[in-house]
């Protein structure tokens, strides 16, 4: 069992950075590929960034080179660096939690075994 706990989030204007954090319980941490996951009001959950146990990163289209996701192992801890963010950011950032990472099923939400309770991230213009 791991369990996720996301913080970082907050209220940032257009343009502004946040980093999230994604602490995990259990001694395997550096085993698990890591997700984050977002969901706008009345949207439904999409796939933000991943990186794997090897270290090897994927980003949706809308993020990539504005977004950083990183991992410390030492510590347990995932990160998400959000630069340059913009008002449709606005949404719970969810951390999670992959015991064995498929490549081609990276965004999908249904292939992650834990989950978080989410952060919420408000961007405004």
């Known amino acids: 069992q791991v369990q996720l706990v996301e913080s970082g989030g907050g209220l940032v204007q257009a343009g502004g950075s946040l980093r999230l954090s994604c602490a995990a319980s259990g001694r395997t941490f550096s085993r698990y590929a890591m997700g984050w996951f977002r969901r706008a009001p009345g949207k439904e959950r999409e796939f933000v960034a991943a990186?794997?146990?090897?270290?090897?990163?994927y980003y949706t289209d809308s993020v990539k080179g504005r977004f950083t996701v990183s991992r410390d192992n030492a510590k347990n801890t995932v990160y998400l660096q959000m630069n340059s963010l913009k008002p449709e950011g606005t949404a719970v950032y969810y951390c999670a939690a992959d015991t064995f990472l498929i490549h081609t099923r990276v965004v999908v939400p249904a292939e992650y075994d834990y989950w978080g309770q989410g952060t919420q991230v408000t961007v405004s213009s």
């Open positions: 990186i794997s146990s090897g270290g090897s990163t």
